[in-house]
């Protein structure tokens, strides 16, 4: 009798042929035997260049099922002369080459029938009576040929971006064929029908196991360490076992595909990175459909447990020392990139830059707006915000460029990082397969960037870039006051401070016009801090320098501008929160002190002088010392000693020349262009209603009537010098202006008692101490052009 042997069924060929191993040795595979089943034939099973015979197939998968991946007894019956073993297998009591015949999956074969011996003839003549019930039955190979007809494609009919987009992300039902390494595997692919069967070549996502390749024609054999390990724990878990397949992506250029496969006692990816028998790859993972948070995990243990390709791997320090994980408050937006940092803990300003991105190289002709882009969309959602920190890295000091603190940063659960990235604004960095200098949500770094690339988002995108030309309204003092009508008649005006100069004086860009500006807070002065090193700052001035940019350093603020300066710079107020006036917050803290000309003329001034008055209660900053109160003293006698003439300058606009010393002037502040703005939009809409208008009764010199200016033909306020009755005219002044004419009665029309209570907005001026010449002398002309 034929000694009986006991293996594991590694995978079935065909419907009468299996692989048998036995159990590894040491970090050895296994051994293994091919066996054929005694006495029977299969249908052959086909190939790229063949057909299945009919019924192949089926013959296969019904042996595969009964004994693959399970422990079988086994004997050899005969050798043939090319050593090829023909034997019988058990499964418990079961023998599985009867099972097949009575199935109808195989036939006895002729030579069997003709060369039986005497042990063997009994098991020839039972597996012939089997053969014979199967055939009555019309079971297996013995059903209508002419019926059969196996669908199946060993290599891809079309593209295969196309045939990923049909089946991607969908649970597919498969066959794992054959096992190339840990991570790379022939599957077939058995969609729903009426589609055919199709092999695919694929790499599981998100994981890359160690590379076997050996007995390739032509190719040097290569077995990367763990190799053999990892390529036998995928075998004796999925080869030739039913499995789910999840089509993710393709791998490179080639025909390969990126796939999870499911198999009901789990993910096989998962499996092997927590054994040491994979790592995680950064190229595919953002396909994975769970996600990477598993896998990761599973590699952190690996890693922590040092098993097997993590064996010399040594574990890093914290980077950042007791700062590596803080929360802090972004002060500043240095670029779409990097960002200050103050440490609520200690008050420390740290410099930080985002981990793993960086913003577009300047050979890109798009940089420049979209690095603009992103530094507004890091000043949007992070100025002024309480953040978490997490120190990843650091970049040392290299080529002139200083050492970098690289860092993710949290508000809540949104890392403004990823959404950069998502949003085409930043690139990823590249890191390279061991090196753990990266952010610590690396993985949504990479999803996010596959998702800018698949919707064309920023720098990935086919359209031409937002253009950003910014002008500077402050250039000179000409081109500022272009700019101050507008500003005047818009009142607030909503814009960004981007830089801060001293306590108040600020660079304000403001985004709806595109154009950046100067702006100087009216009715306070700060103290100034020096212009270099050498020059000595006034006292407080770093404390009201640090004061203003902590509080509207890229902060949304708003401006009222009043005038502007001779160097160009527009005066006004600035408001915090659409409520605080910064003027007044610097006053409170001490940081200035009224400017008593200018803050009179402002419609804030009882605001701006209870601000001082807080501070010098309290003493705070510039009233702190004991000096202080002589600046009160000084102040209390100049307002008591007026015995001389007050010389005061105001800013005026000449509307109107009489003569080369008479004239008519405007006096400019914010009140008076805005009375009389106001009031010219009432009295215009007021005048085209004519039949609401009364006529004038009596025409009397002095009178102030409404006169339509012949020029324009609108309405003015106007009164008159001199009644010209014999002509049906009036000489009449515009009061609001200075110019006069000589206009018919039908022009004039009373005005109601609201429109005169605003004092004329025109003042007759003569030059002092001044004789000039005659309007008719030949040099009235250089007069009037050197006044203008």
Request: hydrophobic share 35%; with cysteine; charged share 30%.
């Amino acid at each position: 009798m034929m000694a009986v042997s006991k293996a594991i069924v590694k995978c079935v060929l065909s419907g009468d042929t299996l692989i048998v191993r036995g159990k590894p040795t040491g970090n050895q595979p296994p051994r293994e035997k091919q066996l054929s089943l005694a006495y029977i034939q299969a249908p052959r099973m086909g190939s790229q260049k063949k057909d299945d015979e009919p019924f192949a197939f089926e013959s296969r998968e019904f042996l595969r099922c009964q004994i693959v991946g399970k422990e079988v007894a086994f004997r050899i019956d005969y050798t043939v002369l090319n050593n090829r073993e023909y034997g019988t297998v058990f499964l418990g009591n079961e023998n599985i080459t009867q099972l097949i015949v009575k199935e109808g999956w195989a036939k006895v074969r002729e030579d069997g029938r003709k060369n039986k011996d005497e042990s063997r003839g009994e098991e020839v003549d039972k597996l012939t009576e089997l053969e014979k019930a199967a055939q009555e039955a019309g079971k297996g190979v013995w059903g209508d040929k002419d019926k059969y007809s196996r669908n199946v494609n060993y290599t891809l009919q079309e593209d295969a971006r196309t045939y990923l987009n049909k089946y991607k992300g969908l649970k597919i039902d498969g066959i794992i064929e054959q096992v190339r390494d840990g991570s790379s595997l022939r599957v077939l692919f058995i969609p729903p029908a009426p589609a055919p069967q199709q092999y695919l070549n694929i790499n599981i996502s998100g994981i890359k196991a160690p590379i076997v390749r050996k007995d390739i024609p032509e190719v040097e054999n290569l077995i990367e360490p763990y190799g053999e390990e990892a390529k036998y724990f995928v075998e004796s878990r999925l080869l030739q076992r039913n499995v789910k397949v999840i089509l993710e992506g393709l791998s490179g250029n080639s025909q390969a595909f990126s796939a999870t496969i499911l198999h009901p006692a789990g993910n096989i990816a998962e499996s092997l990175v927590a054994v040491g028998l994979a790592k995680v790859a950064d190229w595919s993972i953002t396909v994975v459909t769970d996600g990477p948070i598993k896998l990761r995990e599973a590699e952190k243990k690996a890693k922590e447990k040092r098993m097997r390709l993590w064996q010399d791997h040594v574990v890093r320090n914290k980077v950042g020392g007791d700062d590596h994980d803080f929360e802090g408050t972004v002060t500043r937006i240095v670029s779409g990139d990097t960002v200050h940092v103050r440490v609520n803990r200690t008050g420390v300003e740290k410099k930080v830059q985002l981990s793993s991105i960086r913003q577009p190289k300047p050979k890109d002709p798009k940089v420049p707006e979209y690095n603009f882009e992103a530094k507004e969309f890091l000043r949007k959602k992070l100025i002024g915000k309480t953040v978490r920190v997490i120190i990843d890295y650091q970049k040392p000091a290299s080529d002139g460029y200083e050492a970098k603190e690289c860092a993710t940063i949290k508000i809540g659960d949104f890392n403004p990082a990823e959404a950069l990235v998502e949003r085409g604004l930043a690139h990823i960095i590249r890191h390279k397969k061991d090196d753990e200098d990266r952010s610590s949500c690396y993985d949504q770094l990479l999803i996010a960037d596959q998702k800018a690339q698949t919707n064309g988002k920023g720098v990935h995108s086919a359209k031409e870039p937002p253009v950003y030309r910014i002008t500077d309204a402050s250039e000179s003092l000409s081109k500022a006051r272009q700019f101050l009508h507008s500003l005047q008649r818009y009142g607030r005006v909503p814009g960004i401070v981007d830089f801060v100069n001293n306590g108040s004086r600020f660079k304000i860009y403001i985004p709806k016009e595109s154009y950046k500006l100067t702006f100087v807070l009216s009715g306070i002065r700060c103290p100034r801090p020096g212009r270099n090193p050498t020059d000595k700052s006034e006292p407080y001035a770093a404390e009201a320098l640090e004061f203003a940019t902590r509080k509207t350093l890229q902060r949304d603020v708003e401006i009222e501008v009043e005038n502007v300066d001779k160097m160009g710079g527009f005066i006004g107020s600035l408001w915090l929160n659409k409520t605080e006036n910064f003027a007044t917050l610097l006053l409170q803290e001490g940081l200035a002190e009224v400017h008593s000309f200018s803050a009179d003329q402002s419609s804030h001034s009882k605001e701006l002088y209870a601000a001082e008055q807080i501070a010098k209660d309290e003493k705070k900053n510039i009233w702190s010392s004991q000096d202080s109160g002589i600046i009160d003293e000084v102040n209390d006698t100049a307002a008591t000693d007026e015995t001389e003439p007050r010389k005061e300058y105001v800013d005026v606009v000449i509307s109107e020349i009489i003569s080369g010393g008479h004239f008519y002037v405007q006096v400019v502040n914010e009140i008076n262009i805005r009375s009389l703005e106001k009031m010219m939009s009432e009295f215009g809409f007021y005048h085209k209603n004519t039949a609401a208008i009364p006529n004038i009764d009596k025409i009397k010199t002095g009178q102030i009537v409404s006169a339509q200016f012949t020029e324009d033909d609108q309405w003015y306020r106007a009164r008159i010098r001199k009644n010209i009755p014999e002509k049906k005219s009036v000489e009449v002044v515009y009061i609001d202006y200075g110019n006069s004419e000589t206009i018919p009665l039908s022009r004039i029309r009373s005005i109601p008692e609201n429109f005169r209570q605003l004092p004329p907005h025109a003042c007759e001026a003569v030059l002092s101490f001044l004789k000039v010449p005659d309007r008719e002398v030949i040099y009235i002309n250089f007069k009037i052009d050197y006044v203008l």
